[in-house]
C-alpha cells in the first residue's frame, strides 16, 4: 500500500517529504524510521504497513537529497548537526513526542546523531545491519585506507573501496549515466561481487564503466524496480545531492561540530537492538557489535541470515523482532 506524503519545509529552507501517520488509540508510540542510500521511505513499506495494523503513529522521511525532498548541492547542508535540526523541526511541526528511531545504511548515521543531540526524543534505538556511529569517527580517505589495508592483510580482500569512488569528481555523472548498473550492485547478494566491484578500490568505477548488472533479488517486484529508477533519474536530480552523505563523512565536514558534542553524549542512554546480517560480508566483517558495546550499556543483539537489506529481505522476521524488543522494554 502507498501511503500520502505530507511535507514541511523548515528554517534551513529545505522542504522535507515524508510519511506521517499518528498511533491509533490505546497505543500512543511512535516510531521514526530512516532510510539509506541508494533509498527513500519506501524502503519501510513492509514495516509501516505491520506497525500500522498494530496502532503504532509512524514517521518516514525522505532524507535529504532522497525522493521528493529537497536535493540541495551545497555539501554544507549535509552536516549532520543540520539534517538533526530538520528531523526535529518536522516531529515538533507534527506533535510527535518521543519516538523508538529505526534505521538503516546512512540513516544509522543520523539516528546516532540524533541520540547524541536529543536522547530526550527517544526512548529506544533499533540499528539494522550498520550499527551506532560515535562522533569523531568519521570515515575518511586515510581511516578508509587504513582499515582496506589491515583487513586485506587479514582476510585477503578489502571492504570499503566504493566509498573512495564517491569523492571523485565524476562520479555523479557515471552513477547517472549507469542508474540499472547501480542498482543491482546494491542489492548484489554474491559477496564474491561485492568484494571485487564495492570492496576492492576501483572496484565500483569498473562495474560502472563496463555496465555490469547482476539480477536483482527476489524480494524486489518490478514495482519497486521501478520507483528506484524514477527516484534517482536525472529528472528527480540524479545521484548526485544522495553521494553528499558520502562526501560529508569523506571530507570529514562534521569535525567542528562533533567536537562540540560532550563525551557523555556519546554514550547511548536508551534500550538499543542491532539487527545484523549475517551474509553481508562488509558488515561482518567490521564486527558492529563489538564496536558499539563501550558506548551502548544496554545493547541486544539479534542476527538475521539474510544481507543488507534485511527489512526488504526478511521483512517478517525484522518486524517481529522490532515488535518484541519495543513490547520487551515496556516501550508501547
Known amino acids: 500500500m502507498a501511503y500520502p506524503h505530507s511535507t514541511y519545509t523548515t528554517a534551513r529552507a529545505l522542504t522535507y517529504s515524508y510519511i506521517h501517520i499518528p498511533p491509533q488509540s490505546p497505543n500512543t508510540q511512535y516510531i521514526l ?3 539509506g542510500f541508494p533509498s527513500t521511505s519506501h524502503d519501510w513499506r513492509h514495516q509501516i504497513s505491520f506497525f500500522v495494523a498494530k496502532g503504532y503513529g509512524i514517521l518516514a522521511p525522505d532524507l535529504l537529497g532522497f ?9 554544507e547542508m549535509y552536516r549532520g548537526e543540520g539534517m538533526v535540526r530538520d528531523i526535529v523541526e518536522i516531529m515538533v511541526s507534527e506533535g510527535v513526542g518521543v519516538v523508538v528511531g529505526v534505521a538503516h545504511d546512512w540513516g544509522t548515521f ?43 592483510a587479514k582476510l585477503g580482500f578489502s571492504i570499503f573501496g566504493y566509498f573512495l569512488f564517491f569523492n571523485e569528481e565524476d562520479a555523479a555523472k557515471l552513477l547517472d549515466e549507469h542508474s540499472e548498473s547501480v542498482e543491482s550492485l546494491y542489492f548484489a547478494t554474491d559477496n564474491e561481487i561485492n568484494k571485487k566491484y564495492k ?14 548488472t547482476a539480477d536483482l533479488p527476489a524480494y524486489l517486484t518490478s514495482e519497486d524496480h521501478n520507483h528506484y529508477q524514477h527516484a534517482f533519474s536525472p529528472e ?24 562540540k558534542i560532550p563525551t557523555p553524549a556519546h554514550t547511548l542512554t536508551h534500550p538499543t537492538l542491532l539487527i545484523a546480517s549475517t551474509g553481508n560480508v562488509i558488515t561482518v566483517t567490521i564486527n558492529f557489535p563489538e564496536q558499539m558495546r563501550p558506548l551502548v550499556p544496554d545493547l541486544k543483539v539479534e542476527n ?25 522494554k515496556r516501550l508501547v
Open 304 to 328: 538475521v541470515n539474510g544481507g543488507h537489506w534485511l527489512q526488504l529481505e526478511k521483512a517478517d522476521e525484522v518486524n517481529k523482532i522490532l515488535e518484541e524488543f519495543m513490547e520487551e
Open 236 to 259: 528527480k536530480g540524479g545521484y548526485g545531492p544522495a553521494i553528499n552523505w558520502y562526501k560529508a563523512s569523506l571530507r570529514n565536514i562534521n569535525e567542528e561540530d562533533e567536537k
Open 199 to 212: 570492496g576492492a578500490p576501483g572496484g565500483f568505477r569498473t562495474w560502472l564503466t563496463e555496465g555490469k
Open 67 to 75: 525522493g521528493e525532498t529537497s536535493k540541495p548541492s551545497e555539501l
Open 110 to 152: 543520523l539516528l546516532s546523531r540524533l541520540a547524541n543531540y536529543h536522547p530526550e526524543r527517544f526512548s529506544a534505538y533499533a540499528f539494522i545491519d550498520h550499527g551506532y556511529s560515535a562522533p569523531g569517527r568519521s570515515l575518511t580517505p586515510a581511516v578508509i585506507q587504513h582499515i582496506n589495508s589491515s583487513v586485506q
Open 33 to 35: 524510521f530512516l532510510h
